[in-house]
C-alpha cells in the first residue's frame, strides 16, 4: 500500500500566507516558488502588506550586470543572496534617502518620495517634493522643469535656489525616518530631516503635503537636528542637533511637541557619532 503524502499545494491561501509571515526571510523567498499556490500566497503577503516577523538585518544594492529594475536582497545571517525584480522607477536611478521595519524610502530623480518595501515589492507614495513648505516647482527660460528652494535666513526671505529635477534630492535629502510599518496606516509617521539647516518635517501615510516642524526656544537657526530614532516603548521619537542636544518629539497630539531633555552633551562637531 502506498504511503499518503499530504498535498501542502492544497492549504488555503490565508493560512500559506500565516506560515509564511513567520520564516526567515530566505526561506520566505525559497516558499514564494515552491508552486502556484505557494506564489499565490507570497504574492497575498505583498498585496495585503503582511508584516514579515524576521527583523534580521539585510544588504539591499543594485549590481551592474542586472537590469536597472532589479535589486540583489543579501542575507548575511544565512549567507544567502536573492535577486528582486522592484516596481518603476528603476531601482537603479533611485536615491536611497532612509530605511525602517524592512522597508527604504527612496527618492526618484523627479525628487519625489517612496516608501518601497523589497521583499513584498510593495510601494507607497509619500508626499511630493512640492508639498516641502520651502520648495516650488518653476519653468525655466528653456520650457524645463525646475525647483525652487528657498532658505531660512530673515535678511533674504525671498531668496531662491534654482535646482534640477533630480539634483534637489541629492542637496536636500539628509536622512529619513519610519517610525511604524506602513501596516499600521495613519499612524505610520515618515520623518524627513533636510540638510539646510537640519529642518525637520513629517508625514503620515495619506497626507498630501509634509508637516514642517518649526524651531522650537531651544534649537536656534544653523543648530538643527542631525539625527533621529523611534521609540515604540512611548511612541516618542528622540532628536540629535548639531550642537549635540537631545529632544523628544510627540507627534501624538493635534499638533507636535518638542522638549528639550539633554543640553549640549558633547562639544565634538560630530554629535551622531
Given amino acids: 500500500m502506498e504511503a499518503a503524502y499530504p498535498d501542502w499545494s492544497a492549504l488555503p491561501e490565508d493560512l500559506i500566507a500565516l506560515v509564511l509571515r513567520v520564516l526567515d526571510i530566505p526561506d520566505l523567498f525559497r516558499a514564494g516558488a515552491v508552486c502556484t499556490s505557494w506564489y499565490a500566497a507570497f504574492s497575498a503577503v505583498s498585496r495585503v502588506r503582511i508584516p514579515v516577523t524576521d527583523a534580521s538585518p539585510c544588504l539591499l544594492y543594485s549590481c551592474a550586470g542586472d537590469s536597472a529594475d532589479t535589486a540583489t536582497f543579501y542575507s548575511p545571517s544565512a549567507g544567502a543572496a536573492f535577486k528582486v525584480r522592484l516596481p518603476a522607477p528603476a531601482f537603479r536611478s533611485r536615491y536611497v534617502v532612509g530605511s525602517g521595519h524592512g522597508w527604504v524610502v527612496t527618492a526618484d530623480e523627479e525628487s519625489?518620495?517612496?516608501?518601497?518595501?523589497?521583499?513584498t515589492t510593495a510601494q507607497l507614495d509619500l508626499p511630493p517634493v512640492t508639498g516641502l513648505h520651502h520648495v516650488e516647482s518653476f519653468t525655466d527660460e528653456q520650457g524645463r522643469s525646475m525647483y525652487n528652494l528657498y532658505g531660512d535666513d530673515p535678511w533674504l526671505p525671498d531668496?531662491?535656489?534654482?535646482?534640477?529635477?533630480?539634483?534637489?534630492?541629492l542637496f536636500l535629502y539628509h536622512r529619513a525616518y519610519v517610525a511604524c510599518r506602513p501596516s499600521a496606516g495613519a499612524a505610520c509617521v515618515v520623518l524627513l530631516l533636510c540638510r539646510q539647516n537640519g529642518e525637520l518635517n513629517f508625514a503620515r501615510l495619506g497626507d498630501d503635503r509634509w508637516t514642517h516642524v518649526a524651531e522650537s526656544e531651544f534649537v536656534r537657526q544653523g543648530s538643527g537636528y542631525r539625527g533621529a530614532a523611534y521609540n515604540d516603548k512611548d511612541g516618542l521619537l528622540y532628536l540629535v542637533s548639531s550642537n549635540s542636544s537631545i529632544y523628544t518629539l510627540d507627534l501624538n497630539g493635534p499638533s507636535p511637541v518638542v522638549k528639550c531633555i539633554v543640553k549640549h552633551c558633547s562639544r565634538y562637531d560630530d554629535p551622531i557619532r
Fill in 112 to 119: 519625489n518620495l517612496q516608501l518601497l518595501n523589497p521583499l
Fill in 159 to 169: 531668496f531662491a535656489m534654482p535646482f534640477k529635477p533630480k539634483n534637489l534630492r
